[in-house]
């Protein structure tokens, strides 16, 4: 991973405009015409040394517990909005810039040192944010205020409602003996938590193979560092993700698909499956004592399903619904594998459907991946996304001068109004793999919009971190399809962020229900698989009259969904083990998490190996819990709000529902319910219909006999 390339190569100098650092305008061109509209255009100030960032943490936490002091100090009689609720926000959204940019330090500083003092920055804030939830006497400020009954606004009305839940979901009003052991589990969970991590970062699995065995995996597999262990010996790591899959995808032997399978879903198994069993116990006691029938009510609430039931019922739905699609694809892919083995009762187990899946794509689709990459070299393809966004949503991109980087790497843009040219915020850019950089394709918040105490508005500051293919000696970062949906995906994210007019940091962009958050940038992924979107900046960087043949397009299309059943099958699989798991529970009755989860996935999804027990790696357990049928309803919705541009004129380039989504879903974020701002852009109540359509699913149904139907289908 430790690669640095010169980042612009002659070729690609001339293809784009992108200009010589020496060339690049200063914020200072952009700070004037921000302060016209009232905006304050800033570079955040990151710290360039460990002292430093703890020394800010230790002032953050210092200037918040003196504001807290101050607050909850207030004569109760002389209590206002502004001097409880709104200070409350002002010194949570003072501290969560430090915290922001401390997270950003730690994720990607090429420094250690640095990136260790970033980690534990984050972690003192952390605490002390915590300890904010049991500030009784700052509670009984707001308290009173709220008592007044006094008529506000809706946006400070819903911070006052937010702050007040966010307390009480904290427990505060609990009788103190009860509010301590609240606090005492709590810390336990966390603690059951950082174990659960770990012992999944210390499990190995490495499996010696023969080169026969491997029959079907790629030649540059075998050339692979670490893979080749001697003459006829090589070693797979079920641990190491790209290995599992490719094993899983490529190897023509199920003898070696199901070993490594069994090893990968056996990982931390013996450590973590008692783990697992603590944690949900100390979750589900938590929930009862906090009133809650169950740990998934518990985060339901703050989410858009609201509660448990709601998301089951989601989840079962499309399961049901998937159902005629999942059944077609499973009876071709026993098809295949019944004249693969010669033998006709031949069942498809869990390690078998990706094998398959590939198999279909390579036979009946045919797209050669690698040679895609071609068409997207790196400067051409953000500067097409930075001019198809610039048109959709009316904004221009300028980079600017950063006046310190801790990559060379590292960019700065400031987002502006393309109209008036009021510039809105500013997003770092931060291309290509290193050391120490863990992030594959993330986006980070480092300043939330929000209104200063002074009425001036902080414009908001982004960074969108990849994982792109560096250049080579020869040729310019060329990207393949996938890494082009990231970029297109994360700069969502990013606009989300920067096109916020929320006047809370806490109810700006992205801060909305996490069953939300990835909607609006699962949408915008759409856009590249669309020709007219594609022909705008796709072409081949040897010789720019090359776009991309319109029949690949087509074959892409057709693949993109081919297998999409077995695909959600899969993910609703996760989703309603998930939520099982956070069910209602009887507290004395011990937890078995292993059997509740593998007897889900095998009556949702795929016969398992018994032995197995997948959830004791599954991640999304410890901190997106109850919460992975998050994934699959944020697609729905994303699959619903592109129709909107689907059926505009312009299509994925129209302006006016660029526009409309800018106004209703970006510039609100979470100052009003998130269910009003999506039936505001759809002009109708939400639908599920799309995204069962998108996945092929309604023109299942119509067809009286699905199975045969699908095989003559494509
Ligand atoms: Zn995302």
């Given at each position: 991973?430790?690669?640095?390339?010169?980042l612009?190569?002659?070729?690609?100098?001339?293809l784009?405009?992108?200009?010589?650092?020496?060339?690049?305008s200063t914020?200072?061109?952009?700070?004037?015409a921000?302060?016209r509209t009232?905006?304050?255009?800033?570079?955040?100030?990151?710290?360039?040394?460990?002292d430093?960032?703890?020394?800010?943490?230790?002032d953050?936490?210092?200037?918040?517990?003196?504001?807290?002091?101050?607050?909850?100090?207030?004569?109760?009689?002389q209590v206002?909005?502004?001097?409880?609720?709104a200070?409350?926000?002002?010194?949570?959204?003072?501290?969560?810039i430090?915290?922001?940019?401390?997270?950003?330090?730690?994720?990607?500083?090429?420094?250690?040192?640095?990136?260790?003092?970033?980690?534990?920055?984050?972690?003192?804030?952390?605490?002390?944010?915590?300890?904010?939830?049991?500030?009784?006497?700052?509670?009984?400020?707001?308290?009173?205020?709220?008592?007044?009954?006094?008529r506000?606004?809706?946006?400070?009305a819903?911070l006052?409602?937010?702050?007040?839940?966010?307390?009480?979901?904290?427990g505060?009003?609990?009788?103190?003996?009860?509010?301590e052991q609240?606090?005492?589990?709590?810390?336990?969970?966390?603690?059951v938590?950082?174990?659960?991590e770990?012992?999944?970062?210390?499990?190995?699995a490495p499996?010696?193979f023969?080169?026969a065995e491997?029959?079907?995996?790629?030649?540059?597999?075998?050339?692979?560092?670490?893979?080749?262990?001697?003459?006829?010996?090589?070693?797979?790591?079920?641990?190491?993700?790209?290995?599992?899959?490719l094993?899983?995808?490529?190897?023509?032997?199920?003898?070696t698909?199901k070993?490594?399978?069994v090893?990968?879903?056996?990982?931390?198994?013996?450590?973590?499956?008692?783990?697992?069993n603590?944690?949900?116990?100390?979750?589900n006691?938590?929930?009862?004592?906090?009133?809650?029938?169950?740990?998934?009510?518990?985060?339901?609430?703050?989410?858009?399903?609201k509660?448990?039931?709601?998301?089951?019922?989601?989840?079962?739905?499309?399961?049901?619904?998937?159902?005629?699609?999942?059944?077609?694809?499973l009876?071709e892919?026993?098809?295949?594998?019944?004249?693969?083995?010669?033998?006709?009762?031949?069942?498809?187990?869990?390690?078998?459907?990706?094998?398959?899946?590939?198999q279909?794509?390579?036979?009946?689709?045919?797209?050669?991946?690698?040679?895609?990459?071609?068409?997207?070299?790196?400067?051409?393809?953000?500067?097409?996304?930075?001019?198809?966004?610039?048109?959709?949503?009316?904004?221009?991109?300028?980079?600017?001068?950063?006046?310190?980087?801790?990559?060379?790497d590292?960019r700065?843009?400031?987002?502006?109004?393309?109209?008036?040219?009021?510039?809105?915020?500013?997003?770092?850019?931060?291309?290509?793999?290193r050391?120490g950089?863990?992030?594959?394709?993330?986006e980070?918040?480092?300043?939330?919009?929000?209104?200063?105490?002074?009425?001036?508005?902080?414009?908001?500051?982004?960074?969108?971190?990849?994982?792109?293919?560096?250049?080579?000696?020869?040729?310019?970062?060329?990207?393949?399809?996938?890494?082009?949906e990231?970029?297109?995906h994360e700069?969502?994210?990013?606009?989300?962020?920067?096109?916020?007019?929320?006047?809370?940091?806490?109810?700006?962009?992205?801060?909305?229900?996490?069953?939300?958050?990835?909607a609006?940038?699962?949408?915008?992924?759409?856009?590249i698989?669309?020709?007219?979107?594609?022909?705008?900046?796709?072409?081949?960087?040897?010789?720019?009259?090359?776009?991309?043949?319109?029949?690949?397009i087509k074959?892409?299309?057709?693949?993109?969904?081919?297998?999409?059943?077995?695909?959600?099958?899969?993910?609703?699989?996760?989703?309603?083990?998930?939520?099982?798991?956070?069910?209602?529970?009887?507290?004395?009755?011990?937890?078995?998490?292993?059997?509740?989860?593998n007897?889900?996935?095998?009556?949702?999804?795929?016969?398992i190996?018994?032995?197995t027990?997948?959830?004791?790696?599954?991640?999304?357990?410890?901190?997106?819990?109850?919460?992975?049928?998050?994934?699959?309803?944020?697609?729905?919705?994303?699959?619903?709000?592109?129709?909107?541009?689907?059926?505009?004129?312009?299509?994925?380039?129209d302006?006016?529902?660029?526009?409309?989504?800018?106004?209703e879903?970006?510039?609100?974020?979470?100052?009003?319910?998130?269910?009003?701002?999506?039936?505001?852009?759809?002009?109708?109540?939400?639908?599920?219909?799309?995204?069962l359509?998108?996945?092929g699913?309604?023109?299942?149904?119509?067809?009286?006999a699905?199975?045969?139907?699908?095989?003559?289908?494509?």
């Amino acid at each position: 991973m430790k690669r640095f390339g010169i980042l612009l190569s002659l070729l690609v100098a001339v293809l784009t405009c992108t200009l010589p650092a020496a060339q690049l305008s200063t914020i200072d061109n952009f700070q004037e015409a921000a302060a016209r509209t009232n905006r304050v255009l800033a570079i955040p100030d990151f710290e360039r040394t460990p002292d430093a960032l703890m020394s800010s943490v230790t002032d953050g936490i210092m200037r918040g517990n003196s504001a807290l002091d101050q607050i909850g100090s207030r004569n109760l009689d002389q209590v206002t909005f502004e001097n409880t609720v709104a200070a409350l926000e002002n010194l949570r959204a003072e501290s969560s810039i430090i915290a922001n940019r401390a997270a950003m330090i730690a994720e990607t500083h090429p420094d250690s040192l640095m990136r260790a003092a970033g980690e534990s920055a984050r972690k003192k804030l952390e605490e002390w944010t915590v300890s904010l939830d049991y500030r009784e006497d700052v509670f009984k400020a707001i308290k009173a205020f709220a008592s007044k009954k006094q008529r506000l606004s809706s946006e400070d009305a819903r911070l006052l409602a937010t702050t007040i839940r966010d307390f009480r979901r904290a427990g505060i009003e609990l009788p103190p003996n009860e509010r301590e052991q609240i606090e005492k589990l709590r810390s336990e969970l966390s603690k059951v938590g950082a174990e659960f991590e770990s012992n999944l970062l210390a499990a190995k699995a490495p499996l010696v193979f023969s080169k026969a065995e491997l029959d079907g995996m790629p030649e540059d597999f075998f050339s692979s560092p670490g893979i080749r262990i001697n003459n006829d010996r090589y070693q797979v790591l079920a641990d190491v993700i790209w290995q599992f899959n490719l094993v899983e995808d490529c190897a023509h032997n199920e003898a070696t698909r199901k070993r490594v399978y069994v090893a990968h879903d056996s990982l931390a198994k013996e450590k973590n499956v008692p783990l697992i069993n603590q944690m949900l116990e100390l979750r589900n006691q938590i929930a009862l004592k906090l009133g809650y029938k169950s740990w998934a009510d518990y985060q339901a609430e703050v989410r858009m399903a609201k509660t448990a039931a709601n998301a089951e019922a989601y989840i079962d739905n499309l399961v049901s619904g998937i159902q005629p699609k999942f059944e077609a694809e499973l009876n071709e892919f026993q098809k295949t594998k019944a004249a693969d083995t010669g033998d006709p009762s031949a069942k498809i187990n869990i390690w078998d459907w990706r094998y398959y899946t590939n198999q279909l794509n390579k036979q009946r689709f045919a797209v050669d991946k690698e040679a895609m990459r071609d068409f997207f070299p790196f400067e051409q393809t953000l500067d097409g996304m930075f001019s198809i966004f610039g048109r959709v949503f009316g904004l221009r991109f300028d980079q600017i001068e950063s006046p310190y980087k801790w990559a060379n790497d590292l960019r700065l843009y400031v987002v502006s109004n393309a109209g008036t040219g009021a510039p809105l915020g500013l997003v770092y850019l931060d291309l290509f793999p290193r050391e120490g950089k863990t992030v594959r394709g993330g986006e980070f918040e480092i300043v939330s919009g929000r209104v200063f105490p002074t009425n001036k508005y902080q414009a908001p500051v982004a960074a969108v971190v990849l994982d792109m293919p560096p250049p080579s000696r020869d040729k310019p970062s060329l990207l393949n399809h996938a890494d082009v949906e990231v970029l297109f995906h994360e700069f969502g994210h990013a606009l989300h962020c920067i096109l916020t007019r929320a006047k809370y940091s806490r109810l700006a962009g992205t801060h909305v229900p996490v069953d939300f958050v990835e909607a609006p940038s699962q949408m915008l992924q759409n856009w590249i698989w669309d020709k007219r979107v594609l022909d705008a900046f796709a072409a081949d960087y040897s010789d720019h009259s090359r776009k991309i043949p319109g029949d690949i397009i087509k074959k892409m299309n057709d693949a993109r969904f081919a297998t999409a059943g077995m695909f959600y099958r899969r993910q609703f699989a996760f989703a309603s083990a998930d939520l099982a798991l956070h069910g209602p529970h009887p507290t004395n009755e011990p937890y078995d998490c292993a059997a509740i989860s593998n007897r889900i996935f095998e009556h949702t999804f795929l016969p398992i190996d018994p032995g197995t027990s997948f959830i004791s790696s599954f991640r999304g357990l410890n901190g997106y819990d109850a919460g992975y049928y998050g994934y699959a309803w944020a697609d729905a919705i994303a699959a619903d709000m592109a129709t909107v541009f689907e059926k505009a004129k312009d299509g994925y380039l129209d302006k006016q529902a660029g526009m409309k989504l800018r106004h209703e879903i970006y510039e609100p974020g979470d100052s009003r319910d998130v269910n009003i701002s999506i039936e505001k852009f759809l002009g109708r109540k939400q639908s599920v219909q799309p995204f069962l359509k998108k996945i092929g699913v309604g023109a299942q149904k119509k067809n009286k006999a699905p199975v045969e139907s699908s095989q003559k289908a494509k």
